[in-house]
């Protein structure tokens, strides 16, 4: 585990990234040795899982998103002790119960999903995960197995993005 001090920025001229804490070259390289990809970061109370991004060369970041900052009431250029330690989790990010049930009863809908890379595990997993109603999560992970299984992995958002709406229609 890694403690700095660090504080939140904003890119402006970013239509992809924006508010994040910086990330000291230093504590980038420790990881980087390490083969370290994955952490949990934390503030106080609050942790998140999340990885160490770059912006150019130098510039290394960890993203926050727009629900944690107003949750918390975070604002640009407050200071943070932020800490970083290996997150050890199957998928880098916490398995909904409702898209682990459905891989439980539906070998074939987790098949595909396990033959995806670990980055599109973690899109389809946080589009479950990021839903407060139960009911919606468990829709969603019907449409994204039943989608997998129907492109036989073959995951193009787009396409799912429409499996999503004629759900919904």
């Known amino acids: 585990m890694k403690k700095f001090k660090t504080e939140i920025a904003f890119f402006e001229e970013s239509n992809v990234?924006?508010?994040h804490f910086h990330v000291p070259t230093k504590v980038k390289d420790y990881f980087e040795k390490k083969k370290i990809k994955r952490f949990i970061c934390r503030v106080g109370a609050e942790s998140w899982h999340c990885a160490i991004m770059s912006k150019g060369k130098d510039y290394n970041f960890v993203l926050l998103n727009k629900a944690r900052i107003k949750r918390m009431k975070w604002r640009e250029g407050e200071s943070f002790e932020l800490s970083l330690e290996e997150d050890v989790?199957?998928?880098g990010m916490e398995m909904p119960e409702?898209?682990?049930?459905?891989?439980e009863m539906d070998v074939d809908a987790e098949k595909?999903?396990?033959?995806?890379?670990a980055g599109k595990q973690r899109s389809l997993i946080y589009m479950v995960s990021k839903l407060k109603s139960e009911q919606k999560r468990i829709e969603k992970a019907l449409v994204i197995t039943e989608y997998l299984k129907r492109v036989q992995g073959a995951l193009d958002?787009?396409?799912?993005?429409?499996?999503?709406?004629?759900y919904k229609g």
């Open 17 to 19: 990234y924006g508010a």
């Open 89 to 91: 989790s199957k998928y």
């Open 98 to 103: 409702e898209l682990s049930a459905i891989f």
């Open 112 to 117: 595909h999903f396990h033959g995806l890379t």
């Open 157 to 166: 958002y787009k396409e799912l993005n429409e499996a999503f709406k004629e």
